[in-house]
């Protein structure tokens, strides 16, 4: 807009930057904030007892050009002024937007809700970010955000909205995309409890027939020797099947099932119950817990994590050497560390860095590999709130770095 000043023989152009409207004892006070470029300078105006049907020219640009959805609407329910954003987001013209009570155009599920809403603001009670939805001419929904303030005296209702449609398809996509990975958690859980209650069957059984069987006439040292083993193992099976019922029926609680564990005692637990694996690999193990022995943690993950590092380091160890882990503890600035390092083939960091601890991939060719281990060993420590580092180099071995939150 341009004014020229009669008296100063100045022309300014004036760019209006924004319209500040206050409702006080039945008037409206609006302050208009103005850019005057010959002066460089932002000049506030005031117009006192502003008449809410007579928009200015100066006012009529803002009006006019907003993206949001502004209206003027009667205590009567019907529109009184409304910018051309309403008629484009609606879909309706200007004329039909008139000439029909505001309820007809919103979404039937929503339209009791609203009724109330208005009703409120009949009673002179302003509305901040109610969001309903509305029915565009050709059919689609619309959601939106309203702030609305009433004038009782002139019975009328300011009021401006935001088209919030694309945040709440968003918010649609991600609660299904929430209620998804909750249904295949829970489908999993029940696969895991399944699973472990199965097959205590038949480790049962294997007890019972341990404890019939009569050693006495057993006269063969080796072979006793290797029924203890099985028997040994057979225990540690049920032991292990039993605590993952236990966490499973608990399973809503785990966050907090913590306790004090001494490092070593969870450590020979995990290495009784693989010791055929490491007799027959000649597997060497260098253990240092003197800086750290003890750690809060669960007790049943820390003893997978011990037992799915380990069996990693001597199932992927190089064909020319016998494995050797390292396996030590240490307090760094306050935070508790768990070290384990083996001399296997390792891999090439750079190519697999964003998969290691993906499920169910493999970097190299075993027959047992199953892409699961390392999976389940991120998460019980990222899911307690810790981190986990690797460093390794094809045929020099892997070192993975724990770090426990306090």
Known sequence: MVLTNPVLNVMFCIQVKEILTIFHSGCIFSFICLNLTS???????????????????????????SPDLLCIAGFDGYFKRINPAVSKTLGYSMAELYARPINDFVYNDDKDLTCKVRE???????????????????????????????????????????NITHKKKLEEDRNRVFSNLSKINCNLK??????????????????????????SKIEDSETLE??????????????????????????????TMTEEINLIESLNIVLQSINSLVYNSRATFEIDFSELEIIRFNKVQIESIFLNLITNAIKYARPDRFPVVSIRSEKVNGVSRLIIKDNGLGFDMDKVKDKIFRLHEKFHNHSDSRGIGLYLVY????????????????????????????
Request: a negative charge; proline letters at 3%.
């Open 120 to 162: 409120q603001l009949t009673q002179d009670k302003p509305l901040f970010n109610f969001e309903n939805r509305y029915l565009t001419k050709n059919g689609g929904i619309v959601w939106l955000s309203w702030t609305s303030l009433p004038v009782s005296d002139e019975k009328l209702v300011f009021a401006i909205a935001k």
């Open 39 to 65: 002066a460089n300078r932002t000049t506030l105006i005031m117009i006192n007892n502003f008449n809410p049907y007579s928009i200015t020219n100066l006012t009529e640009p803002f009006f006019e050009l």
């Open 226 to 255: 290797f029924i203890d083993v099985l028997k040994l193992t057979t225990e540690t099976l049920n032991d292990t099947l039993d605590k993952y019922l236990n966490l499973l029926t608990k399973k809503d609680e785990l966050h």
């Open 379 to 406: 998460n019980y420590i990222t899911n307690s709130g810790g981190q986990i580092d690797v460093e390794s180099k094809i045929n020099e071995g892997t070192k993975f770095t724990i770090s426990f939150k306090e």
């Open 190 to 215: 029940q696969l895991t409890y399944l699973a472990s209650h199965d097959l205590r069957a038949p480790v049962k059984n294997l007890l019972v027939l341990f404890d019939m069987l009569n050693t």
